[in-house]
């Protein structure tokens, strides 16, 4: 498991990930998140989850808060 910490939050339901020593923001949507809702997260709580190749690059999935 991977983590990092939301870098943003949209109200489309979906958000990006900061990781530790990556250059690039990872995807994460709200259907991807396991043990808490999309409205309990808040910018800058720490995430763990697998990545993924998704259709626009990599993404998270299986995503928990820390």
């Known amino acids: 498991m991977a983590t990092g910490k939301i870098k943003t939050l949209t109200p489309k339901g979906f958000g990006f990930i900061t990781r530790e020593g990556e250059t690039k923001d990872l995807f994460f949507h709200s ?33 928990t808060r820390v």
């Open 31 to 63: 259907k991807e998140l396991r043990g808490v809702t999309y409205e309990e997260l808040r910018e800058g709580d720490t995430l763990s989850f697998e990545v993924v190749d998704g259709e626009k690059g990599p993404a998270a999935v299986g995503v």
